[in-house]
């Protein structure tokens, strides 16, 4: 056999060997990354139970509070927590069917299920402020006190930052809007809280009996925007779009 192509010949084996190298490099940075997603959809799904079973206490607690001690501001506080619930509900929900190997048209439709369920809730959240904070208004009754609802305030204060973190930090390693806009109302609510206590102090302590549901209204405006915003995402969300991507 002639030089060249001896050449030739040792020339194809290392093209060979190169592009073995890089199958087996690209292979490597696939299953990794699978294997990450897989590690954060977990974690996500635990981060979401977490805010399931917590948001379910504070129904209880501040709702049955609210009612006994007529707090407008913590019924509304309470029924947000109702939302929150639901919503994490169906985010498990949605991060399960991508965890367990669901189709790309499952995965998409039950986002799209997910950002409707998260909009839905903000919508909730928005009427049912309103309907306390007129009624409170109607009435003008000042709220009763009760050392359990304020607890159940302050144990949010520390406990939802927490949930906030970890559902924004795992919606964005995940590229997940629903997770973000979970995220976006567990901030809402930590933000409630701060509203609430200042409208239940300022009742208690100054008299005023306008500042529980005045504290109530002023959480409206954001949430309707929030609202709006999940709205919209969850409209350009397509699952059909999946099944055109695999036939063509």
Not at 4 to 14: A, C, E, L, M, Y
Not at 30 to 58: F, H, P, W
Request: charged share 25%.
């Amino acid at each position: 056999m002639s030089a060249s192509k001896w050449r030739d010949t040792d020339d194809k084996v290392t093209n060979s060997r190169r592009e073995l190298i890089e199958y087996i490099r690209g292979y490597r940075i696939m299953s990794k990354q699978k294997n990450d997603r897989q590690t954060n959809l977990t974690r996500g799904i635990r981060v979401e139970i977490a805010s399931l079973v917590y948001n379910l206490i504070e129904v209880v607690v501040s709702v049955t509070v609210g009612l006994l001690t007529g707090s407008a501001a913590l019924v509304s506080w309470g029924l947000d927590s109702t939302v929150e619930a639901t919503s994490a509900g169906t985010l498990i929900w949605r991060l399960k069917a991508e965890k367990d190997g669901g189709d790309k048209r499952t995965v998409l439709h039950r986002k799209k299920v997910a950002l409707y369920v998260v909009a839905c809730a903000f919508w909730i959240v928005v009427a049912a402020i309103l309907y306390e904070a007129v009624s409170a208004f109607i009435s003008q009754e000042a709220p009763g006190f009760n050392w359990w609802g304020i607890a159940i305030l302050f144990v949010s204060l520390v406990v939802n930052p927490l949930l906030a973190w970890g559902k924004y930090r795992y919606g964005k390693r995940l590229d997940s809007p629903a997770l973000k806009y979970d995220a976006k109302d567990t901030m809402i609510c930590e933000y409630q809280t701060v509203v609430v206590l200042a409208g239940i102090g300022l009742t208690q302590w100054m008299g005023w009996w306008w500042a529980d549901p005045v504290a109530a209204l002023l959480i409206v405006p954001y949430v309707a925007w929030e609202a709006f915003e999940a709205t919209k995402d969850a409209r350009s969300v397509d699952p059909d779009e999946a099944e055109a991507t695999a036939d063509a």
